[in-house]
Antibody
Framework: QITLKESGPTLVRPTQTLTLTCTFS???????????VGWIRQPPGKALEWLAV???????RFSPSLKNRVTITLDTPKTQVVFTMTDVDPVDTATYYC???????????WGQGTMVAVSS | DIQLTQSPSSVSASVGDRVTITCRAS??????LAWYQQKPGRAPKLLIY???SLQLGVPSRFSGSGSGTEFTLTISSLQPEDFASYYC?????????FGGGTKVDIK
């Protein structure tokens, strides 16, 4: 069974750094698989927004609108992906999802999401 | 960045109706478009990938078509469990982008 699960704080103060962890099982980012794990967020009542993705070969891509604020790390032994966002603002309040990205494809499996509020 | 414009933004329909949602890309994306369904409080669920390929386990009443810049998602006979929001997403190039969503609700 393939699962992904997000974990992290539910409340972050403005200007602080948000760190979220995606723990996955049932698949691995093996050499040549083409698979990746990405992060997508959704502010309350709004559309989905892609944030970042890391691939099996540690290639990383970021949303240009957040590029200077975010990092994504694939932890050895490649069962966790850590996402960090610096200098958060109330507009970063959203449900954050991690998801598996198929090779040259969509996000086929998603975690349940974790709601993060940015507030003083 | 490739912009995706979905229309309509909302549609009211009845059980048994045929529903079509359109997604237009600001530039050509070949066939690299996916469709997701999202119910309130739940994560998105992949329905269609590569414009017309049905994800395993998704009912055949869902279908996708199109290439280049114009794509459609069709629900041939709307079922009670299909009332939800639907999003398109392009996988052709980075940055990955999503459409603004279409909410399908009960007439």
């Amino acid at each position: 069974q393939i699962t992904l699960k997000e974990s992290g704080p539910t409340l972050v103060r403005p200007t602080q750094t948000l760190t979220l962890t995606c723990t996955f099982s049932g698949f691995s980012l093996t050499t040549g698989s083409g698979l990746g794990v990405g992060w997508i967020r959704q502010p309350p009542g709004k559309a989905l927004e892609w944030l970042a993705v890391v691939f099996w070969d540690d290639d990383k891509r970021f949303s240009p609108s957040l590029k200077n604020r975010v990092t994504i790390t694939l932890d050895t032994p490649k069962t966790q992906v850590v996402f960090t966002m610096t200098d958060v603002d109330p507009v970063d309040t959203a449900t954050y999802y991690c998801a598996r990205r198929m090779a040259m494809g969509p996000f086929d499996l998603w975690g349940q999401g974790t709601m993060v509020a940015v507030s003083s | 960045d490739i912009q995706l414009t979905q229309s309509p933004s909302s549609v009211s329909a009845s059980v048994g109706d045929r529903v079509t949602i359109t997604c237009r890309a600001s530039q050509g994306i070949n066939k690299w478009l996916a469709w997701y369904q999202q119910k309130p409080g739940r994560a998105p669920k992949l329905l269609i990938y590569a414009a017309s390929s049905l994800q395993l386990g998704v009912p055949s009443r869902f279908s996708g078509s199109g290439s280049g810049t114009e794509f459609t998602l069709t629900i041939s006979s709307l079922q009670p469990e299909d009332f939800a929001s639907y999003y398109c997403q392009q996988a052709n190039s980075f940055p990955l982008t999503f459409g603004g969503g279409t909410k399908v609700d009960i007439k």
